[in-house]
T-cell receptor
């Protein structure tokens, strides 16, 4: 079964508007972490935001916030005030467990296009 | 957080040849991860490299095809051997960071085209 599911292959948003990118996950481990990365066309992976399974509050980093709904196993990324430079591929990823060396499992990604 | 220098950034290689990709980290790290990203797809873990021991490969990846070296805590190489066009991908190394926050840092990637 897929551990990370991103159901939106592509999303479009107008500049200055907010957009939500969906991510659901599947794990039986009570200790896990959820990540969002941005990958521009250059190919580099840019870390955006992290949410731990025991964190009481939703993570925020500037224009990025994570809508963490633990019971629904969802971790949606909200980008506020979209900019043209936000156009990129966005990946949701999960780490299960807390031991050193735990790997990340990635979703299929969502291609975001910001229109002027 | 850690900074990773990955080389080369891109290469075009003839089928049947090999390419070695290098990742240098500016701090000591226990584990390094190597990923492959085929065109239009997500990242897939190739192997986990621990200093001083053999790398641990994921299902579908073998050491003869993707030999990995990890001579010290700041450096690792991945070789793509006997290349075919199906090996055309972006290859990325990554490390786990547990100081000043938490996350995984990635190298800038190697865009490989096999012709």
């Amino acid at each position: 079964a897929q551990k990370i599911t991103q159901t939106q292959p592509g999303m479009f948003v107008q500049e200055k508007e907010a957009v939500t990118l969906d991510c659901t996950y599947d794990t039986s481990d009570p200790s896990y972490g959820l990540f969002w990365y941005k990958q521009p066309s250059s190919g580099e992976m840019i870390f955006l935001i992290y949410q731990g399974s025991y964190d009481q509050q939703n993570a925020t980093e500037g224009r990025y916030s994570l809508n963490f709904q633990k019971a629904r196993k969802s971790a949606n990324l909200v980008i506020s005030a979209s900019q043209l430079g936000d156009s990129a591929m966005y990946f949701c990823a999960m780490r299960e467990g807390w031991s050193s060396g735990s790997r990340l499992t990635f979703g299929e990604g969502t291609q975001l296009t910001v229109n002027p | 957080s850690a900074v990773i220098s990955q080389k080369p950034s891109r290469d075009i290689c003839q089928r049947g040849t090999s390419l070695t990709i290098q990742c240098q980290v500016d701090s000591q790290v226990t584990m390094m991860f190597w990923y492959r990203q085929q065109p239009g797809q997500s990242l897939t873990l190739i192997a986990t490299a621990n200093q001083g021991s053999e790398a641990t490969y994921e299902s579908g990846f073998v050491i003869d095809k993707f030999p990995i070296s990890r001579p010290n805590l700041t450096f690792s190489t991945l070789t793509v051997s006997n290349m075919s066009p199906e090996d055309s991908s972006i290859y990325l190394c990554s490390v786990e960071v547990r100081t000043a926050g938490y996350g995984y840092t990635f190298g800038s990637g190697t865009r490989l085209t096999v012709v």
